[in-house]
């Protein structure tokens, strides 16, 4: 078959059937350069169309547009998103960010549950990176540590629990070192907390605790009840 528009005798699957046995008398790439011609001959091209030609070239010199303030900054200032065009967002972070506070002070209900969703997601990741950035440890290693310990303090014998998705113990280490000691409950490790970890103090408050607990103080608890006194 002969292509009306560019002349050419071309194969019968070149050209786009019509209803029944007949062919369109324009070959396919005729047709499609015809169509896209016509198409953007009769109108004006979109504002979003114009935006990512403007994106495209500033791309080149490591900037964008922003959509919203419609200023031109650095591509730093813009949040990554790989199903964008270009991989970056429409907007530069600064207008996300009070797109964000706005919706945040209208939506507040919708804030909260959003909030507490997000943090119990967040939870056992951010307890494993905290395991592997403040004292070195992996899962595998805490883990361990637990099985070793019978899931109970190392001093006080106390089974860990957790309550409210908290839960009640605590990694000891030492504070000038960094290694990691073991695994005590809340109390405990307050307590050595508050008693500057000390070997001395320690020793002394034992000792404290040895000789006043069957010594008869010259003072008792019935001193303190105020009936007997007038004021």
């Not at 016509?38 to 403007?54: G, L, N, Q, V």
């Not at 591509?75 to 009070?98: D, H, M, P, V």
């Not at 056992?124 to 990176?129: K, L, M, Q, S």
Request: aromatic content about 10%.
């Amino acid at each position: 078959m002969v292509c009306k528009t560019c002349n050419l005798v071309k194969l019968e699957i070149e050209f786009h059937s019509k209803k029944g046995e007949l062919k369109y008398n324009k070959c396919r790439e005729c047709r499609r350069r015809y169509t896209f011609e016509w198409k953007y001959s009769k109108k004006e091209p979109t504002a979003k169309a114009k935006r990512m030609d403007i994106n495209s070239k500033l791309m080149l010199e490591n900037k964008r547009k922003c959509f919203q303030c419609e200023e031109i900054k650095e591509l730093y200032l813009f949040g990554k998103r790989g199903e964008r065009r270009g991989g970056y967002s429409t907007r530069c972070k600064e207008c996300l960010a009070i797109r964000g506070r706005k919706w945040a002070m209208d939506n507040p209900e919708r804030t909260k549950i959003l909030s507490k969703r997000s943090t119990e997601r967040r939870k056992p990741v951010n307890f494993i990176t905290n395991l592997k950035v403040k004292y070195g440890l992996s899962k595998i290693d805490f883990d361990s540590m637990l099985k070793t310990q019978n899931n109970k303090c190392k001093i006080c014998n106390i089974e860990f629990k957790v309550i409210n998705g908290r839960r009640n113990f605590a990694i000891d280490h030492n504070h000038e070192t960094g290694k990691v000691r073991g695994l005590l409950c809340s109390t405990c490790n307050t307590g050595i907390g508050l008693l500057k970890e000390s070997i001395p103090v320690l020793n002394d408050s034992i000792t404290y605790v040895q000789n006043t607990n069957n010594l008869n103080l010259f003072y008792s608890l019935d001193l303190y009840n105020t009936n007997d006194y007038e004021y």
